[in-house]
Structures are given as C-alpha cells and as structure tokens.
C-alpha cells in the first residue's frame, strides 16, 4: 500500500523559503506520478504540482507557478517540493499524493494512495 510521509514543513517570512518531502512508507514511489496538495483553514484541498513517474514532465498550479518546483530522486524514492518567494496566502498544511500528471492535470484532480498527516508551512512576518 502507498502510505506517503510529509516533512519540511515551518514558519517562515515572506519571501522565504522551503523545501518539503515526500516519501512513502511500505511501497516505493517510483511507480507513480506524485502530487503535492495543500488545504487551508476552511478551505478544501487543492493541488499544487504534480511530476511524472520518471520526472521529465511537471505541471503547476497557477498560484505558485515559477515559485515552486517540484522534482524527485527515485534513488532515495523521495519527491521534493522547493518553495520559493512565499506568501502569506500559501500557508496550509502540505501533502503528497499519487496522481495522474499529464496535459489534462489540473488542481482539483484528487490524488490517491493513503494520506499522511501533512506538514505544515506557515508564512508570516
């Protein structure tokens, strides 16, 4: 079973960064596309990002397009998600997901795979 653990997570300035990561307990990744999602208080969850199984093909939500980028190592069966110039409105509770990651993705595609417990980015000065 895919069972995903999130880290990285913190508090941090505006215009900070972080990096998150994705692994997965009791299956290794490298078999699937990945997501991140996040879900702000009293907001539902939305995607983030998601890359391809081999990691040559991403895609990217508008709101953080050109200041997230997500990659991954399949030798350390490990996706990262380096979060770059961050605002207050990207505050939520971060996870990794399997998910389907190609030209029709969009942020309310759901992801798969058995949700960890997130982790949490908060921006605030």
């Known amino acids: 079973q895919l069972q995903f653990v999130e880290s990285g997570g913190g508090l941090v300035q505006p215009g900070g960064s972080l990096r998150l990561s994705c692994a997965a307990s009791?299956?290794?990744?490298?078999?699937?596309?990945i997501g991140w999602f996040r879900q702000a208080p009293g907001k539902e969850r939305e995607g983030v990002t998601c890359?391809?199984?081999?990691?040559?093909?991403?895609r990217y939500a508008d709101s953080v397009k050109g200041r997230f980028t997500i990659s991954r190592d399949n030798a350390k069966n490990t996706v990262y998600l380096q979060m770059n110039s961050l605002k207050p409105e990207d505050t939520a509770l971060y996870y990794c997901?399997?998910?389907?990651?190609?030209?029709?993705?969009?942020?309310?595609?759901?992801?798969?795979?058995?949700w960890g417990q997130g982790t949490q980015v908060t921006v605030s000065s």
């Open positions: 997901a399997g998910v389907t990651c190609n030209y029709y993705w969009t942020p309310d595609i759901p992801g798969y795979g058995y």
């Open positions: 009791e299956s290794p990744l490298n078999y699937h596309a």
């Open positions: 890359i391809s199984v081999n990691g040559d093909y991403t």
